[in-house]
């Protein structure tokens, strides 16, 4: 068992921030429309809960959003980290192969025609 943090708590740690600041400023916008406008101050506070329940899905929907885009991101990164691996691999285990004599399989032979800084490009 790991000893890092599980990934609801961790998503938890972003989502919960944002929800808070959207509500906050839900709150500040309806409050103070309200008793700019000429409102009462108990009209005002009402106008501010509204708007920070109006603004806190969204800004849980954000939230939401930004960590949906940070793993996508963090697996693509990761998914270019394996192919350069596997092609670096595949790369050396061709080389040790024509050192030896051996002949090499049709996917073998690609690594070497490829440029060594480039993985094959997924499709």
């Known amino acids: 068992m790991s000893g890092g943090v599980d990934t609801p708590t ?3 740690a972003i989502v919960s921030p944002i929800k808070a600041l959207g509500a906050l400023v839900g709150f500040a916008v309806g409050f103070v429309a309200t008793y700019r406008s000429g409102g009462a101050v108990s009209d005002s506070i009402m106008h501010g ?3 920070a329940l109006l603004l806190l899905p969204c800004a849980w929907f ?3 959003f930004l960590v949906r885009e940070g793993i996508k991101a ?6 270019q980290q394996y192919d350069k691996r596997l092609h670096q ?5 061709a080389e040790q192969l024509r050192a030896t004599g051996m002949p090499l399989p049709p996917a073998l032979e690609e690594s070497l025609k490829q440029p060594a800084a480039l993985p094959p490009a997924r499709e």
Do not use: C, Y
């Open 10 to 12: 961790a998503i938890a």
């Open 49 to 51: 809960i509204l708007g």
């Open 62 to 64: 954000l939230a939401l």
């Open 74 to 79: 963090n697996v693509q990164l990761q998914r």
């Open 89 to 93: 691999a595949k790369r050396q285990v």
